[in-house]
């Protein structure tokens, strides 16, 4: 980070001092903007994992005393309050990464008023494709959440069916 903010500095000033202080702006802000996000994530995570703990305690104490049934159901609704999770987790994450992204834009922007147009657009491309490279992840996640949903209640089904089939064999028998 600071390498490149000095370089970048280097390239837009011609005097020493005014570098200097645009390096020292620089990395505080970005100082400032990681620290932020890094707060935040580790918010979201302690609750994540606080709400997944009361879910995985209210399911032991509700199907602790029932039939043996029961315990498909749970390990079904389990893997859903799992997946909701992993889902929040991942577009709360995105989304921090993309506010981080466009402050430090903002912030560039605000800064370079010496710099070219030509590194400004260039700026811009990278911002975008990593915007895009985002959304790819996030739509990968989806999928790969679908999938799972999916093999999830062919798995169900295939048991029922595989039981099914094993008492009329005793039932032939």
Do not use: D, E
Request: proline share 0%; aromatic share 0%; hydrophobic share 70%.
């Amino acid at each position: 980070m600071l390498t490149m903010t000095t370089m970048m500095t280097m390239t837009t000033t011609r005097r020493r001092t005014t570098t200097m202080t645009m390096t020292m702006m620089m990395t505080l802000m970005m100082m400032i903007t990681t620290m932020t996000t890094i707060t935040m994530l580790l918010v979201i995570v302690t609750i994540m994992l606080l709400l997944l703990l009361m879910t995985m305690l209210l399911l032991m104490m509700r199907w602790r005393r029932r039939s043996r049934t029961m315990t498909r159901t749970r390990a079904t609704t389990t893997m859903m309050m799992m997946m909701t999770m992993m889902m929040t987790m991942m577009m709360t994450m995105m989304m921090t990464m993309m506010m981080t992204m466009m402050m430090m834009m903002m912030r560039m922007m605000m800064m370079m008023t010496m710099m070219m147009m030509m590194m400004r657009m260039m700026m811009m491309m990278m911002m975008t494709m990593m915007m895009m490279m985002m959304m790819m992840m996030m739509m990968m996640m989806m999928m790969m959440m679908m999938m799972m949903m999916m093999m999830m209640i062919t798995m169900k089904t295939m048991m029922i069916t595989m039981k099914t089939m094993t008492l009329m064999k005793i039932t032939i028998l």
